[in-house]
Nanobody, 126 residues
């Protein structure tokens, strides 16, 4: 069984930066892709970014392009989300997901992911 544990959330002022981490554990961990989603109060969980586990492919939501960067460190089974120039509308619980099954392109829908972490809160004050 795969377990994902997020960390790095917190309170930051608008314009600031945070780096989220998602560490995966499991006897054999070799996903197709990893992704970050977020859920603000009263809203649905939405796609933020995804990265292939074996290729340099990445994908981003339009709302975070140019501000967020997803990366991975395979040897540590860890994926990161560097968030710069944060805005109050980025406030949400951020979730890490692992997609076990290969497909065409990177998954941007919730149904494309098989495992989820418990989430980490990011709050951006104005």
């Amino acid at each position: 069984q795969v377990q994902l544990i997020e960390s790095g959330g917190g309170l930051v002022q608008a314009g600031g930066s945070l780096r989220l981490s998602c560490a995966a554990s499991g006897r054999t961990f070799s996903p197709y892709a990893m992704g970050w989603f977020r859920q603000a109060p009263g809203k649905e969980r939405e796609f933020v970014a995804a990265i292939s586990w074996s290729r340099p492919n990445t994908d981003y939501a339009d709302s975070v392009k140019g501000r967020f960067a997803i990366s991975r460190e395979n040897a540590k089974n860890t994926v990161y989300l560097q968030m710069n120039n944060l805005k109050p509308e980025d406030t949400a619980v951020y979730y890490c997901g692992a997609a076990a099954r290969s497909r065409v392109g990177l998954p941007t829908l919730l149904t494309g992911y098989d495992y989820w972490g418990q989430g980490t809160q990011v709050t951006v004050s104005s």
